[in-house]
């Protein structure tokens, strides 16, 4: 079992930055495959991020690719998303989620998820 708390969401303006934080509980995060995804009002969930148990292995949606970056430290049980050049429509509550070791980018394939955080990005 896995407990998922997201963290760091706000608002920003069009091409600036925010970090999200997800901090897990358990013993064996570092078993865990990561990812982040979010959902905008009227929209389905969508991928955005995910990161390998060792932190060796990423993947990211188009939309974001160069722009954002997860990363994981498994000594403090921690996943990042670092948002850069935000744009209006990177708005929505995002969600971490963690599914048991290999990488995955389809929210079906996650086991467990966080309440999420809203990020919202002003003109």
């Known amino acids: 079992q896995v407990q998922l708390v997201e963290s760091g969401g706000g608002l920003v303006q069009a091409g600036g930055s925010l970090r999200l934080s997800c901090a897990a509980s358990g013993r064996t995060f570092s078993s865990y495959a990561m990812g982040w995804f979010r959902q905008a009002p009227g929209k389905e969930r969508e991928f955005v991020a995910a990161i390998s148990v060792s932190g060796g292995r990423t993947s990211y949606a188009d939309s974001v690719k160069g722009r954002f970056t997860i990363s994981r430290d498994n000594a403090k049980n921690t996943v990042y998303l670092q948002m850069n050049s935000l744009r209006q429509e990177d708005t929505a509550s995002y969600y971490c989620?963690?599914?048991?070791?290999?990488?995955?980018?389809?929210?079906?394939?996650?086991?467990?998820w966080g309440q999420g955080t809203q990020v919202t990005v002003s003109s």
């Open positions: 989620a963690a599914r048991r070791i290999t990488i995955a980018t389809m929210v079906s394939q996650y086991d467990y």
